[in-house]
């Protein structure tokens, strides 16, 4: 008599809402323009190559899903940025891995990579990243820009060096520079980085050298930012002037400190994108 094994049934699950997100041509190509770059609609609708009335449905999908978020231009208020949450993404990606098998988790993924492979994959074992350089230099070189150079692209830089153990050599400057902010001190020292001694610097002071990326910080600057040589690539990161809601220093110290922890957070997704692990988090 023939053995007939019974096997238990999980009940018919909706499948992740990322995979039907993220699965849709358009939206995984934007979300890939925007991966290495802060963008305009307009921007937007020239790269995918599709009419801005589908672009902006397909990135109204992504806002309600959290994945996008948007940014006016402090340059021009008219126009509006939208930046990918890379944090959200990883989040959903999780979630959907777990959602399928248990055992697809995060956690229990990177433990069952280390016990297959003896060591987690080097850098590029899955191709080539856009934004990692491919020259002969090992090790990347970068420059952030603002327009006083006295808060942003300071504690970008700092971050940078810090962040990536000299895995990349950066530099920051503006297009009006002005005194170095306090409150841009305070919040890098909380984090253990002392910039006190940094001077703020004119971007004309890099126009004979040579960098791999150069990363706006505000719209202002964006608007200006001269062509470098050797051509660098451009990234842009709309990031609000955190002194310019007024008032002292105290009163102005939350905004830093947001600005902080957004700029440590895109700093290690663009060390990681080079190729450059970048340390643990604090505690």
């Not at 039907?20 to 305009?40: F, I, K, N, T």
């Not at 979630?95 to 990579?113: D, F, I, M, Y």
């Not at 957004?262 to 700093?267: A, N, P, Q, S």
């Amino acid at each position: 008599m023939p053995i007939v094994l019974r096997v238990a049934r999980r009940a018919p699950q909706v499948p992740p809402p990322l995979l039907e997100l993220a699965g849709h041509p358009v939206r995984w190509r934007l979300l890939q323009e925007l991966v290495g770059s802060d963008r305009q609609v307009g921007e937007l609708t020239g790269l995918v190559g599709e009419p801005q009335s589908l672009v902006s449905y397909h990135l109204a999908r992504l806002r309600r899903a959290g994945l996008v978020t948007t940014q006016a231009s402090a340059a021009d208020g008219r126009r509006v940025f939208y930046h990918v949450d890379l944090l959200r993404c990883g989040e959903l990606l999780a979630a959907a891995g777990a959602a399928l098998h248990p055992a697809l988790g995060p956690s229990e993924v990177a433990a069952a990579r280390r016990a297959h492979l003896g060591a987690p994959p080097t850098a590029g074992s899955f191709g080539t990243h856009p934004l990692r350089a491919t020259g002969a230099r090992r090790v990347p070189r970068l420059l952030f820009l603002c327009t006083g150079n006295s808060a942003r692209s300071q504690m970008a830089e700092a971050l940078a060096i810090d962040l990536s153990s000299g895995g990349v050599e950066a530099r920051s400057a503006g297009s009006h520079p002005k005194a170095l902010h306090p409150n841009a001190v305070e919040v890098m020292a909380r984090r253990g980085i002392d910039i006190s001694g940094a001077t703020t610097k004119h971007l004309s002071m890099f126009g004979r050298v040579r960098f791999d990326h150069v990363v706006t910080l505000c719209d202002k600057v964006r608007e200006v930012c001269p062509e470098f040589r050797g051509h660098p690539l451009r990234i842009h990161w709309s990031i609000p002037d955190p002194a310019r809601g007024g008032g002292g220093d105290a009163e102005t110290y939350p905004a830093f400190e947001r600005t902080a922890k957004e700029l440590e957070t895109r700093v290690r997704f663009l060390l990681s994108a080079l190729g450059t692990s970048p340390v643990a988090a604090r505690a």
